[in-house]
């Protein structure tokens, strides 16, 4: 990750030095308006890069060259949280209903903890910044945004106990499980409807096979006692 991030800022090193985005980086972006539409370029970088990480590391790069403010810098983090959630719901289409449950319940977390934070966002980045600065001796720009995102993690888990039966009720809603449905891979689905008996036989010697493996580690774990003991003496 961090020979990753090296190489991404070194490759970027001409298009952050444009005037262009000197200027944007600079101009105040305080209103409600402008934070969404920096939480939607974190999104968009971090489905694109498929890491929130290297957002994460862009963003403290900039901080370091003093290029980007706090709030603007807090605002882009925020939303490649969100988009980082783009792997797992990507991952979940070819996986069964639990899976997919996991991975909307993952973004819909992300996007309320990212909704509330913003609108109050002056007073989440005050909190954030006291906590750093008082608990951490947090100073720099760069290590202000770093832990900025650790701090909104934190407050998403409050979040998350706050609203977790609502989106489980929902995703219920929209994606009822299937009890009728083995939750076991397609192959062995096939061997246990094609031939039980024979699925029962595989079934009896794995079991016969854990416990002859659990046998000899217990009994090693004894001898080794022993010798200890014997030892001691």
Same mark, same amino acid.
């Given at each position: @990750?961090?020979?990753?991030?090296?190489?991404?800022?070194?490759?970027?090193?001409?298009?952050?030095?444009?005037?262009?985005?000197?200027?944007?980086?600079?101009?105040?972006?305080?209103?409600?308006?402008?934070?969404?539409?920096? @939480?939607?370029?974190? /999104?968009?970088?971090?489905?694109?890069?498929?890491?929130?990480?290297?957002?994460?590391?862009?963003?403290?790069?900039?901080?370091?060259?003093?290029?980007?403010?706090?709030?603007?810098? @807090?605002?882009?983090?925020?939303?490649?949280?969100?988009?980082?959630?783009?792997?797992?719901?990507?991952?979940?289409?070819?996986?069964?209903?639990?899976?997919?449950?996991?991975?909307?319940?993952?973004?819909?977390?992300?996007?309320?903890?990212?909704?509330?934070?913003?609108?109050?966002?002056?007073?989440?980045?005050?909190?954030?910044?006291?906590?750093?600065?008082?608990?951490?001796?947090?100073?720099?720009?760069?290590?202000?945004?770093?832990?900025?995102?650790?701090?909104?993690?934190?407050?998403?888990?409050?979040?998350?106990?706050?609203?977790?039966?609502?989106?489980?009720?929902?995703?219920?809603? /929209?994606?009822?499980?299937?009890?009728?449905?083995?939750?076991?891979?397609?192959?062995?689905?096939?061997?246990?409807?094609?031939?039980?008996?024979?699925?029962?036989?595989?079934?009896?010697?794995?079991?016969?096979?854990?416990?002859?493996?659990?046998?000899?580690?217990?009994?090693?774990?004894?001898?080794?006692?022993?010798?200890?003991?014997?030892? @001691?003496?």
């Amino acid at each position: @990750a961090f020979l990753g991030f090296y190489l991404i800022s070194k490759n970027l090193e001409p298009l952050v030095h444009s005037e262009f985005l000197q200027a944007f980086f600079k101009a105040p972006h305080n209103d409600l308006t402008n934070q969404f539409m920096e @939480a939607l370029v974190g /999104i968009g970088l971090s489905i694109i890069f498929q890491s929130s990480s290297i957002i994460l590391f862009l963003v403290m790069d900039l901080g370091m060259r003093d290029l980007i403010q706090f709030d603007m810098g @807090a605002s882009i983090i925020l939303g490649a949280n969100i988009g980082t959630t783009s792997t797992a719901l990507i991952f979940s289409l070819e996986h069964d209903r639990n899976v997919k449950k996991l991975a909307l319940s993952y973004f819909f977390i992300k996007v309320i903890g990212v909704l509330i934070t913003l609108f109050f966002f002056p007073y989440f980045l005050f909190i954030s910044e006291l906590i750093g600065e008082k608990l951490f001796a947090i100073t720099t720009l760069s290590t202000k945004l770093a832990f900025t995102n650790i701090f909104f993690n934190l407050v998403s888990l409050l979040w998350w106990f706050s609203f977790y039966s609502l989106i489980l009720k929902f995703l219920n809603t /929209i994606l009822p499980t299937d009890n009728t449905k083995l939750v076991l891979p397609s192959v062995i689905r096939k061997i246990v409807t094609s031939n039980p008996d024979l699925a029962i036989e595989e079934l009896k010697n794995q079991i016969n096979q854990i416990e002859s493996v659990t046998k000899s580690l217990t009994d090693s774990c004894i001898e080794l006692l022993n010798i200890k003991k014997v030892n @001691a003496r």
